[in-house]
């Protein structure tokens, strides 16, 4: 009897594991950089100007977008791996997403990125449509974002392995005005303060933030109440287009250590693998067993065109550096998919911050969110340009960051 409960179980892992690599094939599949798109409903706002309030821009399927371009009498079509229409909930939004969390416990860093112009929907996709409400529980799980989803998803997934075995921290970050800010860090009186901070190259080559502060986390309701906290605390600045618009990129880090068994396996087959691709000899190294991935959840600000939005004096400036940093992304997207022999991450805070989602082996998907009327078509197609040049971008394959397993 006990001979076959061990025999069970042993069939057990072996299907866990073949689900594992059967999943992470899927993903790869789909891509290095997986780009969906996220066509919002019409809103009171698009109507302030009629005559250009017709609907432009629509998800024709599940993976095609089409642009009504008017003016030039034809039609632009834009596909990408998921397109979701204005009827499309938040829960169908995140059940796109929700495999890259299963990916991060394989071992593997993951960031999702939303991307596209003010007032297109972007913080609705990421947080909900009430995210300061998130942590008290008393937001629609229906209306929350892929921040507080994935943030219970991860928890889920985390409660099904072996007690202890896995420790989350959490960072905020906004990148205002090309500085980056620590938003969880605290003067001297221990109140909460962004504290500026420095991105610099490792000797590895990737990029990290000095002094960044880490707060440990055990469920998605601390996750979620440090995130509405620090939300406070990010830029925003009311426009003609948005009355709530955020002035900075959002940048936020679940850090997760695995001490499962698992992480050695990993670590030893990385060995393996890395020393038969070399002639030269290598001595083993001695692995403990810790694992270390990260999920960053990053929520850009939008683009802007000065003459629409109205702004002026300081703002005028925050969006010079806004649109300034996006053109930088666009051109790191571009150096990447020409396969240039320089690619300009540090022309700005915001791509030499990201450089590992956006060029390592992170799995990097970027959720397009474009508005749908005549009024902003012209920043509607920028931002399906940029999902295009971002899907032409040929990554080397992600891999289990088993390098980051400490070695003595």
Request: hydrophobic share 35%; charged share 25%; net charge neutral.
């Amino acid at each position: 009897m006990e001979r076959s409960l061990e025999e069970e179980k042993e069939r057990c892992r072996a299907e866990r594991q073949r689900r594992k690599e059967l999943h992470n094939t899927l993903v790869e599949l789909r891509g290095n950089i997986r780009v969906h798109c996220r066509v919002r409903p019409v809103l009171p706002f698009d109507h302030v100007q009629p005559a250009s309030s017709e609907e432009v821009v629509s998800a024709i399927s599940d993976d095609t977008v089409m642009v009504n371009c008017i003016k030039m009498g034809h039609n632009k079509m834009f596909e990408f791996e998921r397109v979701h229409g204005p009827e499309d909930s938040q829960d169908a939004v995140f059940e796109e997403v929700r495999p890259l969390l299963t990916s991060l416990l394989d071992g593997y860093n993951v960031c999702i990125m939303a991307y596209g112009q003010t007032g297109s929907g972007k913080t609705h996709t990421m947080m909900g449509s009430h995210p300061l409400e998130a942590h008290l529980g008393t937001q629609q799980e229906t209306q929350q974002g892929i921040i507080p989803k994935a943030a219970a998803e991860l928890f889920r997934l985390i409660s099904k392995k072996p007690a202890e075995s896995h420790t989350v921290e959490v960072s905020v970050m906004e990148v205002y005005n090309n500085e980056v800010f620590d938003l969880l860090a605290r003067d001297e009186q221990g109140n909460a303060a962004g504290q500026r901070r420095d991105v610099i190259t490792t000797s590895s080559g990737t990029s990290q933030v000095t002094s960044l502060t880490y707060e440990p986390v055990c469920n998605a309701s601390e996750v979620m109440q440090i995130i509405s906290n620090v939300l406070k605390l990010r830029a925003h600045c009311p426009t003609l287009i948005h009355t709530d618009s955020s002035r900075s990129h959002l940048i936020i880090t679940l850090t997760i250590s695995s001490k499962s068994p698992n992480a050695l396996a990993l670590g030893e087959r990385h060995w393996h693998t890395h020393s038969q691709t070399h002639t030269r000899q290598h001595q083993r190294p001695l692995l403990s067993r810790t694992l270390v991935t990260k999920l960053q959840l990053v929520d850009l600000a939008g683009s802007e065109c000065v003459g629409m939005s109205g702004v002026s004096g300081a703002a005028l400036w925050e969006v010079s550096c806004i649109n300034r940093s996006l053109s930088a992304l666009s051109d790191v997207l571009g150096a990447l998919a020409e396969q240039r022999p320089h690619v300009p991450y540090r022309n700005s805070k915001l791509t030499h911050l990201l450089q590992d989602a956006i060029g390592g082996d992170a799995k990097l998907l970027v959720m397009l969110c474009v508005s749908p009327t005549q009024r902003f078509i012209t920043e509607s197609l920028q931002s399906l340009g940029l999902g295009t040049r971002a899907r032409q971008v040929q990554k080397e394959p992600p891999r289990r960051k088993n390098n980051t397993l400490k070695v003595k």
